[in-house]
């Protein structure tokens, strides 16, 4: 399959929101590994090329727009109501004989504003002189803003704006508009369809937490559980692995644990590994529900600024230390919108959760000149699962949590792609 985008770009500056939806959905053809080409006006600079756009496997193609020499200026034709200039067929008919030469070997064009934007009529009427040329040719054509009303009487080559082309989906960014999508268009509802925008929150993130999430998953999961520590006993990470079992047990969510690992001298790190993923696998987890860096080559521990990042991705911190003396991740975690959970009996936890508004659990602790051993009654498993069931409904009641895993579960470009735009190719 090969698959073209087309866009006329001037120019790539990323302030222009298009330019970033076009970027999206080159990673995601890309990713999917389809052979991909981009066309812009052929006054696009080189030299704007930045990130995905830089990639060796976009195939670059460059449309005409000039005439006898002089350079195609676009007039906004958005008005229903005036003439064209008097040179607008010449010029309709140079770029379709371009375009033609671009997309003959393309099974499906994906257009961006063009059949909607009144400075794109000029580029409106060509594609529809290449479709009656190729007619096997499949298009899906964008509209990126709200649809216009069709007006009572309009003519051609105005009424291109107002008129549906063969072999061709209409796509707006949400349901409400397709309705009113439907009717600029003069077309049936059933050939419009939603594709959301989507947002690659890892394209912002630290080199190494883009690195992490090539080699396992860190968007998908409802709950992700971000716990850097030392692996040393005191930091009990068997706990962290027993409470997200709990969760995946009793409730509908999945649950990821990253553990941002390094080695300490009490124990030995394969040996406490061990330890950590039977309790979990105990409690509900499956082996591949539990991560450590350190076996992803991060044996120093995972950059502190990646951290933050990942926290950025989490939803969850738990803490359930047997001592800490302030608790710094703690706050770290809390600044990046994370569900706090902490171990009340360790006296700096309980000081500090108290004004972060935190979720206390109780846990073995250490506190000033003795130590705290819990009991559960029935029994710590059925603890573990009570809280986990007030925790979950506590976090889905919470917005910012919500609109936190919405945004990067929901609107990935993962999903995107895999939901909206890639059932629309078959």
């Known amino acids: 399959m090969k698959v073209a985008l087309l866009t006329m770009f001037n120019g790539l500056n990323s302030t222009y929101s298009l330019v970033n939806v076009v970027a999206e959905q080159l990673r995601m053809l890309l990713d999917a590994k389809i052979e991909t080409k981009l066309l812009v006006s052929e006054l696009c600079p080189d030299d704007q090329r930045e990130g995905i756009f830089k990639d060796p496997r976009v195939i670059w193609t460059k449309v005409i727009n000039r005439l006898d020499g002089e350079i195609i200026h676009w007039r906004d034709y958005s008005h229903p109501n005036v003439n064209v200039h008097s040179t607008f067929f010449k010029e309709t008919d140079i770029i379709a004989e371009d375009l033609q030469k671009h997309l003959q070997d393309v099974d499906i064009c994906i257009m961006h504003d063009i059949h909607y934007q009144g400075w794109h009529l000029v580029h409106n009427v060509a594609i529809r002189k290449v479709q009656e040329k190729l007619p096997k040719l499949k298009f899906i054509a964008f509209t990126h803003s709200a649809p216009v009303n069709r007006p009572k009487h309009v003519t051609w ?241 919470n917005v910012v949590i919500h609109s936190k895993t919405m945004s990067r579960q929901r609107y990935s470009p993962k999903w995107i792609w895999q939901n909206h735009l890639e059932p629309l190719f078959y």
């Open 157 to 397: 080559p105005l009424s291109a704006r107002y008129t549906g082309m063969p072999n061709t989906i209409y796509v707006y960014p949400t349901q409400s508009g397709i309705p009113y999508l439907a009717k600029q268009y003069n077309i049936a509802e059933g050939k419009c369809r939603v594709v959301n925008n989507s947002i690659d929150i890892l394209k912002f993130l630290h080199p190494d937490v883009q690195d992490l999430a090539s080699q396992t998953d860190l968007l998908s999961p409802d709950i992700l559980i971000i716990y850097p520590a030392r692996l040393t006993l005191g930091k009990k990470f068997e706990k962290v692995a027993a409470f997200a079992g709990a969760i995946r047990a009793t409730t509908d969510q999945t649950v990821k644990i990253i553990f941002c690992d390094f080695e300490s001298i009490d124990i030995s790190s394969d040996e406490y590994k061990r330890q950590i993923l039977s309790t979990g696998k105990k409690n509900g987890l499956e082996t591949d529900n539990i991560i450590f860096t350190s076996d992803f080559g991060y044996k120093n521990g995972f950059p502190r600024e990646a951290v933050m990042d990942l926290f950025t991705l989490s939803n969850l911190f738990i803490c359930p230390s047997y001592s800490e003396s302030f608790g710094l991740t703690v706050l770290e975690a809390a600044s990046r919108g994370n569900f706090v959970i902490l171990n009340e009996a360790v006296p700096a936890l309980e000081e500090l959760g108290s004004k972060l508004n935190a979720y206390f659990m109780r846990w073995d602790a250490r506190n000033f000149g003795f130590d705290t051993k819990e009991s559960y009654i029935p029994s710590e498993r059925v603890y573990l699962e009570e809280n986990a069931q007030k925790v979950i409904d506590l976090m889905r009641e």
